[in-house]
């Protein structure tokens, strides 16, 4: 998959069947719009291509950071060459395209730029100068220019259609399991370990400490049901995100207790995929109080991940 990065950077390309959209999370919706553009270009002997942005435009047109991240930048583009995708068209969202008009981005950009002869989208794409651009502007213009238009309806998962808006508040509630529908696979979160308090360690139950980062969706305060990965390897365990009101330690981190595993891992990297919410978190009445019922977590996230295996 060739990579580029901004408008300029796109030089000596074939004709495109382009899949528009933000793709942040790239669920299962995404997935199967992506799918139909890969197979349709291979049928027109063509090539296949995806055209997002790098950064979210509703954090630029609002100055701030207003829609965090579901997926990290890395994971998207692997993600997406895995589906089989010949051209990723990242670019910056900045002033130019957000004040660029609808049909001047569909011939300055798509047409010129991009070589596009087919076009996918979801069903509620919009794009241009204040969102003016929609798919009947693509239906109409199309078919004066003499491109094709798929617009893909919605995809439901349990009746309710799937959209990165859904999925933000999913994580956010700590439904994670409900998440992993709508994702096709576990949320994640990764980080390097960082030195925490110990006393986990001292209680029996050491932890494995990421910090927040603020640009991702965290999932609301609680104690989860977890996979981490490490080295390549996964390895079950659970998960604690918090303030940790017990030991009155107010900085809010993700902890995870990894199941039978005595390595020093500070300083390196982690992932941990969120599976299912066991409990809140809550102010014990003694550390004694919180080890007891780590052990009862612990027990249930073992029986669980023996259930599922």
């Known amino acids: ?48 291509a995806v055209f997002t942005f790098n950064n979210h435009p509703k954090n630029v047109i609002a100055g701030k950071k207003v829609v965090k991240n579901i997926m990290y930048h890395d ?33 300055n950009i798509l047409m010129d ?40 309806d919605p995809v439901r998962v349990k009746g309710q259609i799937v959209s990165s808006t859904l999925i933000r508040e999913l994580i956010k509630e700590g439904r994670v399991d409900e998440c992993r529908l709508m994702l096709g696979r576990n949320y994640s979160i990764g980080g390097e370990v960082v030195r925490g308090n110990m006393i986990g360690r001292t209680i029996g139950f050491p932890t494995s400490n990421i910090m927040i ?14 996979r981490c990965n490490y080295n390549f390897k996964q390895y079950e365990g659970i998960t604690n995100v918090g303030i940790k009101p017990t030991i009155g330690d107010n900085k809010r ?11 020093d891992i500070y300083g390196r990297e982690i992932k941990v995929e969120f599976i299912k919410k066991l409990r809140d978190e809550m102010k014990f009445p003694s550390v004694d109080a919180l080890a007891e ?9 073992r029986e669980y991940h023996e259930e599922e295996a």
């Open 1 to 48: 998959m060739k990579i580029f990065r901004s408008l300029d950077d796109i030089k000596n390309i074939k004709d495109t069947v382009v899949a528009l959209g933000n793709f942040d999370g790239i669920h299962v919706g995404h997935q199967e719009l992506i799918r139909r553009t890969v197979k349709s270009a291979k049928i027109s002997g063509i090539k296949s």
């Open 293 to 301: 019922q780590i052990q009862n977590d612990c027990k249930a996230a």
């Open 113 to 152: 730029k991009l070589k596009m002869k087919e076009l996918y989208c979801g069903f509620n794409y919009r794009f241009g100068y204040k969102a003016q651009g929609d798919t009947d502007l693509l239906m109409k213009v199309g078919r004066r220019r003499g491109f094709s238009l798929h617009v893909m």
């Open 75 to 107: 994971e998207k583009v692997e993600m997406l060459r895995n589906l089989g995708i010949n051209y990723l068209f990242s670019i910056d969202f900045d002033y130019n395209i957000n004040h660029m008009e609808a049909e001047d981005f569909i011939q």
């Open 253 to 263: 981190v993700i902890e995870t207790h990894i199941f039978d595993f005595n390595h």
């Open 213 to 226: 980062d603020e640009n991702m969706v965290t999932p609301s305060n609680g104690v989860y049901i977890t």
